[in-house]
């Protein structure tokens, strides 16, 4: 794609009816399909029906260390990586690990991403996201 990516060209993947399923389509698969229709980036995570199960096998898989260098400021295009407590285990083991692509717009941070509760792709300010229980793992530059 070419020009600047917007606030607006997140908001059609909103509107495009993309369902949240487990195995199916999830925060990573969104994160695949964005970096390479707005970006023109091939990202190597593997797909949601590849990725372990288990909270283990969840954050070894998705963890953007492996595939991404961490930035200190977002950008647009970037990753953000998070996690959310969960009730099952002791840390690090109880974190529920989730992506999203970063868009910037009149000074604020607005994450792209597809979740369970959402049933599908929703768009949040940062704020929002942590608000509500998510931490902030870091920004990640995709490689």
Known sequence: MSGAITLKHAEAYVTRGLVYEAGVFDCGSLAVLVQRELFG????LPGASQRA?????????????QLAARIEAPVTG????????????????????????VFLHLGETWVLHASNEAR?????????????????EGF???N
């Open 120 to 136: 599908g792709v929703t768009l949040r300010r940062l704020s929002d996201l942590t608000r509500q229980g998510m931490h902030l």
């Open 41 to 44: 980036r091939n990202i190597r």
């Open 78 to 101: 970037c990753c953000a990586l998070f996690w959310q407590t969960t009730d099952a285990g002791a840390p690090p083991l109880n974190r529920h690990w989730h992506v999203g692509t």
């Open 53 to 65: 199960k288990g909270r283990r096998g969840q954050a070894r898989d998705i963890a953007c260390q």
């Open 140 to 142: 990640y530059r995709w």
